[in-house]
């Protein structure tokens, strides 16, 4: 069995080192990735390995928190990786120079794949310093990392799935569709018991957790287990603090008024006008009670869109974990 060993900080790790380790799974039969970190990382060396055992579930990642920290590549790491790989070592792969004096170091045949990253030219300096300016070099599993959540909150047929498309459309999607729905679809009639809102929480958020890896910088969420929880007071009469307890805030809100023409639908349930502004009033006393960051969406379908625009421009000027992590 040919054993080979990769050697890297994988902060974060990138397309460019994605194809170099599939490359590298061709080489060998057996891949070990030595994640090389320090306590002070910008990512937290933890964080680094769940991504790469995530990305690459058929090797081993070993982590290894230098103290002091190493900063090199050379040869000296001969020492530290014969520990954390006792089994003899036949191929050192990598993509700069030093894999030649690792190698040798190490008694094993180097091979240097794609040099300077001719073919995939992505840069973990460049992704920490500026990640929305280099998205498409952020593999699924890193991008929530530094990606931000939008999400609509409002009454019902207030146009948060309309808006939720049309900026998924405009800013690059997919969007996170409201999962009440199509529970709604086929539930057996009746009554609503409050397990039924955990189900409803669990399909959105496995929805959620699913796309944000193919989405752009902002994900576009409809709904969100905030608004799950007022739909339970509706529903329910009371509130559910179990429930509650699941609320992960997303970065900002846009709260969509009432103020807007009725359709009709089958799976909507509070028509009224007056019930409607109960529903919103209810929502904004859960966003305020959670301290929830909140835009108000208001006026005709074509004020709302650039009130939403103006709110997306303004959080891409500042991308979630850029520099500092």
């Known amino acids: 069995m040919t054993n080979g060993v990769i050697l890297g ?12 380790i599939r490359t590298a799974t061709y080489l060998v039969d057996h891949l070990t990735i030595i994640l090389a970190a320090c306590n002070n990382d910008p990512i937290p060396p933890q964080v680094r390995k769940n991504w790469m055992e995530n990305l690459f579930p058929k090797a081993d990642v070993i982590l290894h928190i230098g103290d002091p920290c190493v900063s090199t590549y050379g040869p000296e790491w001969a020492g530290i990786i014969r520990k954390l790989h006792p089994d003899p ?40 310093e500026d990640p929305f300016a280099n998205w498409k070099s952020i593999p699924g599993w890193v991008r929530p990392w530094y ?23 405009r800013f690059g999607g997919p969007y996170v569709p409201e999962y009440g729905r199509p529970y709604e679809k086929y539930r057996t009639p009746g009554d609503y018991r409050a397990e039924e809102l955990h189900f409803i929480l669990d399909g959105h958020l496995a929805h959620r957790t699913t796309l944000s890896m193919m989405a752009g910088p902002v994900l576009f969420e409809d709904t969100d287990p905030l608004l799950t929880a007022v739909w339970a007071e509706m529903l329910l009469g009371h509130s559910l603090d179990d429930l509650e307890a699941r609320i992960e805030l997303p970065d900002h809100y846009l709260l969509l008024d009432a103020n807007t023409p009725w359709e009709d639908d089958p799976l909507r349930y509070y028509g009224k006008q007056e019930v409607r502004n109960q529903f919103f009033d209810r929502i904004v006393a859960k966003l305020e009670k959670f301290g929830a960051s909140y835009t108000l969406i208001s006026g005709s379908f074509a004020e709302r869109e650039a009130q939403a625009i103006k709110v997306v421009e303004k959080m891409l000027k500042s991308p979630k974990g850029a520099k500092n992590g």
Request: net charge negative; aromatic share 10%.
């Open 9 to 20: 900080k994988f902060m974060p790790p990138h397309e460019g080192h994605v194809a170099l």
């Open 89 to 128: 070592i036949d191929r050192v792969i990598g993509s700069e120079a030093y894999v030649v004096d690792l190698a040798i170091a190490l008694n094993a045949q180097h091979f240097i794949l794609d040099p300077m990253w001719m073919a995939f030219p992505a840069n973990s300096y460049d992704i920490r």
């Open 147 to 169: 990606q931000k959540r939008l999400t609509l909150v409002g009454p019902e047929s207030t146009g948060k799935s309309f808006m939720a498309d049309f900026l998924a459309t």
